[in-house]
């Protein structure tokens, strides 16, 4: 385990279009006041129907990786467990739902807030893209054509960003004084 280390879980299925953009917002240069040896990123697959490929996950740098559950439930919970697992770092985050995207210091700042206190926990609020909450969006007009146009994203850039991850917490808060 490394020191100061954040590791990021994020937990994918079956979300080719989305995933893509979560992605972009963990890596560099949209991560901002962070290195790529400050924070690692852990994609696990669920068990999409179509597996999550290993150059993707390559395309946004040294500090990103894949990792597959072929036999996976529904329930994210067994490929968060893995996720932590196989982590690297003191520090982690956890995505839940892959197909969120952050604001450009969230890394930065969950290090300075995990740092506050051994068993620290940061969260980190929830933003939504268009005029409504998720749950409503949709009944009112919003479609994945608008998302896109929001986001004006062409692979590489992305105009604006939201948040919604959490928690983010020290390892010692997952199994007490263990390190």
Request: net charge neutral; with cysteine.
């Amino acid at each position: 385990m490394k020191q100061d280390l954040v590791s990021v879980v994020v937990v994918a299925y079956n979300i080719p279009r989305e995933l893509p953009r979560t992605l972009l917002s963990l890596a560099l240069p949209y991560q901002q006041g962070v290195t790529a040896d400050d924070y690692e990123v852990i994609v696990v697959d669920n068990g999409s129907p179509s597996a999550v490929s290993e150059s993707l996950i390559a395309e946004y740098g040294p500090n990103f990786r894949l990792l597959r559950m072929d036999d996976a439930s529904p329930s994210p919970a067994a490929a968060v467990n893995r996720g932590i697992m196989e982590a690297r770092g003191d520090k982690i985050g956890v995505m839940i739902d892959g197909a969120r995207m952050v604001t450009p210091g969230l890394v930065h700042f969950a290090r300075i807030g995990l740092g506050m206190a051994p068993t620290a926990v940061v969260a980190a609020p929830g933003w939504y893209l268009g005029s409504d909450v998720q749950a409503n969006a949709a009944g009112n007009g919003y479609t994945k054509a608008i998302e896109d146009l929001l986001l004006q994203f062409d692979g590489q850039k992305m105009g604006i960003g939201c948040s919604r991850s959490g928690p983010w917490m020290n390892r010692r808060s997952i199994h007490g004084s263990r390190q």
